[in-house]
């Protein structure tokens, strides 16, 4: 169709990659979900596409669109933290046997259980009963809605290229389900690192790279990593919980940043010189730890940035904090002097912390949706080699690569061997066929190229 120029991909992860190329192929731009695909290799193959025909591929990380996260890259840059050394996220939910939002109903119910059926016909029993038209309004859309989930209990999945299993413990699983519940099983999802702990990984690597002289997105040199199915039964390949801790390069800090120490007795950091880099000290690193769970939602989701003179609190992609060193009762402001920024605390008693990006009184924070797929329309509009989406194919891969890798260094974990891995720059390299979890580049670029739609 000559009158569709882009197409936005929201289907499950082993989707994404056969559906951008045949996109591409067809001259078509592409905006697809994270994570970029279901394997590097698969990365690799769709990113040398977008090179090669010039079409904008860009990836559902918004946080590269985030006022939030904007605001604390500059504050990085300010020097309000001093040399940034550490930074601690997580993502906590309260999903347990029995309500786990990734294990949603099935149409046509399973067991003696029928959770669908159950709550259309309460919907029915509300809406007969209902007397207000606004009532009756709503009622009536929710039991459409769900009348239109229950017919798709006769949708044959297997026609549409999912498949029955069966599990290690003698479970049959159902390509429907496969369907539904497609984020629990290795061959169409990618598991908690794909799906959440990407987005925090690409925010860490935000922060990593705020303090760059090059420009370039920081690399994780290391990960260690475990986890495992520590509630849940064995209706799931991924698993519930996720803890793991990467190492990335210390960037340089000039002479006149002020990293908020110095050692007059040991002339450090030595005057002149500022702070070496990890290329010049193997020492000087940033340590990311990051969780990501279910059976307690505790904390929810967000990152902490600690630096030598403060520490930046991001929650829920809604809210940012800053306190000055590890002071969590005083309040907290920015002062700009002569082009040089400071914090200037106040006592409080109450743990207040300074918002430096709140919302307007009228509305909430934008958490970078609507931006990324107005940028990316921008670009496609404005055809210019300097114009493209912020979180293009390399800013992308680089996301996988560090999911994915996560992935292989818990896989090692299980089979009783080191959960580590090494990150090897080749990995990051579009056009280098080396990968971390032994995905074929020439295989995927053949499959790829040749998939037909199910």
Known sequence: DDEIEAIIIALPLFLHAPIAIQAMMRGKHVLTEKLMAHNVAQCKVMARFAQETGLHLATGHQRHYSVLYDNAVHLLRFGLLGQLHHIRAQWHRGNLPGRDSWQMPLPGGEGKVNKIADQLNSFRRQLDAATDPLSIEQLAKKVAQWEQWDADKVVDAQQHGYEKMTLPNGDERTALEELCRWRLWERTGGGLMAELGSHQLDAATIFCSALRQDGKKAHPLTVHAVGGRHIFPMDREAEDHVYCMYEFPGPEYSADFDVGYY?????????????????????????????????????????????????????????????????????????????SFSLDTQASGNYAAASVAKAAADGPVSRGYTEEIEHWAWCIRNPDPENKPKCYPEVAMADAVISLTTNVAMAQGARGEAGYVKFQDSWFDRDSDETPDNSDVKRETEALKNWKIV
């Not at 929650?315 to 940012?320: C, G, S």
């Open 263 to 339: 050692n007059a007795a040991q002339n450090y950091p030595p005057k002149g010189q500022g702070v070496a880099n990890y290329s010049q000290d193997p020492n000087k690193k940033i340590v990311v730890s990051y969780s990501t769970i279910n059976g307690n939602g505790f904390g929810g989701y967000g990152e902490v940035v600690m630096g030598t003179k403060g520490t930046l609190i991001l929650e829920r992609e809604k809210e940012l904090m800053l306190y000055k060193d590890s002071d969590t009762s005083s309040k907290v402001s920015v002062k700009g002097d002569k082009g």
